[in-house]
């Protein structure tokens, strides 16, 4: 029956059915929770990483991935649903597969693509009739169109008829256990329309809402407009605070009293600045796409600039309140609580504690951290450890400096201590 179907149908047919395996590349916080809807929507799923380590700790039922425990990895693996290779060659048994790898900036902040042309090559070697390739990973307008498709089509398959291509942009929120994979609505846009219908079909048993546009290009910039709306709103309120600091109001109190009014406003809060993978690197590829194309991104530009320097502004908050006890930055005693780049999760990438750390220590400091998350971390190529949150830590540090707000830690210690804080989330009590 099915060889009177056209490719795109069969592969829905099969969706439809359960009936075919989907590879999903790169494992990591956005490839696993993937994976893992996938198994459980009814999928085999073939999980290839090029991190052997990843692999055999798959292999060997244990997560990497905060959001994915153990028991969900060993429910997932049960009747190898979910298996896991290293090697490459296995894609060509996947019916669809989704790509989701790095993309990080180059130190001149241009778009790092290799690790996408690295899985599009993969790929390329076992393209075959009526297969579904997927890009998840964040990137500039264009890429699926101008980097993948050539290179697929390179083989002698036709787009659109015997092999479908389609951009679908990942919204993980790590450390969210309201918004996940499965409900938060996932836009498809595919090169075709034949495309973007079998990836619809394909992601419909896994995704609770799919949301369909007219091309890859859209769903590339959909992704970045969501990233670059939440850089520019915190660069704002950054400067705000800065502004407030000099004027010597509260900032909080001015964007609290702001947030009652119920249209026209949208409450986005201060702090150390931007980490996390996304938010300070994702409008960086619009920003060089449009270089490119002689325009300037301003709005873009100028956000990075502030969000970049809200780390010299609390280190200078530092050494204003070491000052007022008549210390000097050089040789003081800094205690950092929380380096992770959000509450409640482990992950240190583009952390703005880092950079506070860096600077503290250019100027003499001698810094150590506290962190529930991160219980020891590669600084520069120093071993550093979590120190514990005690009343003599407190009290033997110059000054203590609140960069990430965790809900497990005792800040009423913090406050109870009376050390001098410096507090970039606005946690502690305040008089």
């Given at each position: 029956?099915?060889?009177?179907?056209?490719?795109?149908?069969?592969?829905?047919?099969?969706?439809?059915?359960?009936?075919?395996?989907?590879?999903?590349?790169?494992?990591?916080?956005?490839?696993?929770?993937?994976?893992?809807?996938?198994?459980?929507?009814?999928?085999?799923?073939?999980?290839?990483?090029?991190?052997?380590?990843?692999?055999?700790?798959l292999?060997?039922?244990?997560?990497?991935?905060?959001?994915?425990?153990?028991?969900?990895?060993?429910?997932?693996?049960?009747?190898?649903?979910?298996?896991t290779?290293?090697?490459?060659?296995?894609?060509?048994e996947?019916?669809?597969?989704?790509?989701?790898?790095?993309?990080?900036?180059?130190?001149?902040?241009?778009?790092?693509?290799?690790?996408?042309?690295?899985?599009?090559?993969?790929v390329?070697?076992?393209?075959?009739?009526?297969?579904?390739?997927?890009?998840?990973?964040?990137t500039?307008?264009?890429?699926?169109?101008?980097?993948m498709?050539?290179?697929?089509?390179?083989?002698?398959?036709?787009?659109?008829?015997?092999?479908?291509?389609?951009?679908?942009?990942?919204?993980?929120?790590?450390?969210?256990?309201?918004?996940?994979?499965?409900?938060?609505?996932?836009?498809?846009?595919?090169?075709?329309?034949?495309?973007?219908?079998?990836?619809?079909?394909?992601?419909?048993?896994?995704?609770?809402?799919?949301?369909?546009?007219?091309?890859?290009?859209?769903?590339?910039?959909?992704?970045?407009?969501?990233?670059?709306?939440?850089?520019?709103?915190?660069?704002?309120?950054?400067?705000?605070?800065?502004?407030?600091?000099?004027?010597?109001?509260?900032?909080?109190?001015?964007?609290?009293?702001?947030a009652?009014?119920?249209?026209?406003?949208?409450?986005?809060?201060?702090?150390?600045?931007?980490?996390?993978?996304?938010?300070?690197?994702?409008?960086?590829?619009?920003?060089?796409?449009?270089?490119?194309?002689?325009?300037?991104?301003?709005?873009?530009?100028?956000?990075?600039?502030?969000?970049?320097?809200?780390?010299?502004?609390?280190?200078?908050?530092?050494?204003?309140?070491?000052?007022?006890?008549?210390?000097?930055?050089?040789?003081?005693?800094?205690?950092?609580?929380?380096?992770?780049?959000?509450?409640?999760?482990?992950?240190?990438?583009?952390?703005?504690?880092?950079?506070?750390?860096?600077?503290?220590?250019?100027q003499?400091?001698?810094?150590?951290?506290?962190?529930?998350?991160?219980?020891?971390?590669?600084?520069?190529?120093?071993?550093?450890?979590?120190?514990?949150?005690t009343?003599?830590?407190?009290?033997?540090?110059?000054?203590?400096?609140?960069?990430?707000?965790?809900?497990?830690?005792?800040?009423?210690?913090?406050?109870?201590?009376?050390?001098?804080?410096?507090d970039?989330?606005?946690?502690?009590?305040?008089?």
């Amino acid at each position: 029956m099915e060889t009177n179907l056209s490719h795109a149908d069969a592969l829905i047919s099969k969706a439809e059915n359960r009936d075919l395996l989907f590879g999903v590349i790169g494992l990591g916080y956005v490839g696993l929770p993937l994976a893992i809807e996938l198994a459980k929507a009814g999928y085999r799923v073939l999980g290839y990483d090029v991190n052997p380590a990843v692999v055999s700790g798959l292999t060997q039922g244990r997560s990497h991935v905060e959001d994915i425990s153990d028991e969900e990895l060993a429910e997932a693996r049960k009747g190898d649903r979910f298996t896991t290779t290293a090697d490459a060659s296995r894609l060509a048994e996947a019916d669809a597969i989704s790509i989701c790898v790095p993309t990080p900036l180059s130190k001149f902040k241009d778009p790092d693509v290799s690790y996408i042309v690295a899985a599009t090559e993969d790929v390329k070697k076992s393209l075959r009739v009526g297969q579904a390739i997927i890009l998840e990973s964040t990137t500039y307008p264009g890429t699926t169109r101008e980097i993948m498709l050539p290179a697929l089509e390179s083989t002698g398959l036709k787009v659109g008829r015997e092999f479908f291509l389609a951009f679908s942009p990942e919204r993980v929120d790590p450390g969210n256990t309201v918004w996940t994979t499965r409900n938060t609505p996932k836009v498809v846009g595919g090169i075709t329309a034949s495309c973007t219908r079998v990836v619809e079909a394909l992601y419909q048993p896994a995704i609770e809402h799919i949301v369909p546009v007219s091309s890859t290009e859209t769903a590339e910039l959909v992704k970045l407009l969501e990233n670059t709306f939440r850089s520019v709103n915190i660069g704002l309120v950054n400067e705000m605070a800065i502004v407030c600091d000099k004027l010597g109001v509260d900032a909080w109190e001015v964007i609290e009293a702001a947030a009652t009014k119920p249209f026209g406003f949208m409450k986005f809060l201060p702090g150390p600045g931007l980490g996390g993978h996304c938010i300070p690197i994702d409008p960086h590829y619009l920003a060089w796409k449009m270089r490119g194309l002689n325009y300037k991104t301003r709005f873009i530009d100028l956000a990075g600039e502030v969000n970049t320097e809200m780390p010299v502004f609390w280190v200078r908050k530092v050494a204003d309140a070491l000052d007022k006890n008549g210390k000097a930055m050089n040789g003081a005693r800094i205690l950092v609580l929380g380096v992770a780049y959000k509450r409640d999760v482990g992950d240190v990438r583009e952390s703005p504690a880092l950079d506070i750390m860096r600077l503290l220590e250019s100027q003499g400091a001698l810094v150590q951290y506290h962190d529930p998350f991160v219980d020891a971390l590669d600084h520069d190529g120093r071993l550093l450890k979590s120190q514990p949150l005690t009343v003599e830590a407190l009290k033997s540090a110059d000054c203590v400096i609140l960069v990430t707000d965790h809900s497990s830690v005792d800040y009423a210690l913090v406050a109870e201590a009376g050390c001098s804080v410096v507090d970039t989330r606005n946690v502690l009590p305040r008089s």
